[in-house]
């Protein structure tokens, strides 16, 4: 069993940053493939971005990309999402999650096994 927990979130202005982390529970997290997906109100859980398990690859939905960045420490169990030059629209709860899954790019909700909370990014405009 896999326990994830994330931090980091907030409210911020508009083009404001916060960095979320997200500390896994496990042994061999350096095995794990970890995402970060979103959901806000009135929509379906959202894919946002994925690190592959030896950090090699990264992947990011288009609304993100050039403003977030995923990382992964693997010497602390923890995988980053650094988001920058924030919208309104992004608000959202953000969740982390894991896969023992080997992928280079695990972009659905049905790819991963392992689920966090989810901590609260409010962005004001």
């Known amino acids: 069993q896999v326990q994830l927990v994330e931090s980091g979130g907030g409210l911020v202005q508009a083009g404001g940053s916060l960095r979320l982390s997200c500390v896994a529970s496990?042994?061999?997290?350096?095995?794990?493939?970890m995402g970060w997906f979103r959901h806000s109100s009135g929509k379906e859980r959202e894919f946002v971005a994925a690190?592959?398990?030896?950090?090699?690859?990264?992947y990011y939905a288009d609304s993100v990309k050039g403003r977030f960045t995923i990382s992964r420490e693997n010497a602390k169990n923890t995988v980053y999402l650094q988001m920058n030059s924030l919208k309104p629209e992004d608000t959202a709860v953000y969740y982390c999650?894991?896969?023992?899954?080997?992928?280079?790019?695990?972009?659905?909700?049905?790819?991963?096994?392992?689920w966090g909370q989810g901590t609260q990014v409010t962005v004001s405009s």
């Open positions: 690190i592959s398990w030896c950090g090699a690859s990264a």
């Open positions: 999650a894991a896969t023992p899954r080997h992928t280079m790019q695990a972009v659905t909700t049905a790819e991963y096994d392992y």
């Open positions: 496990v042994r061999t997290f350096s095995s794990y493939s």
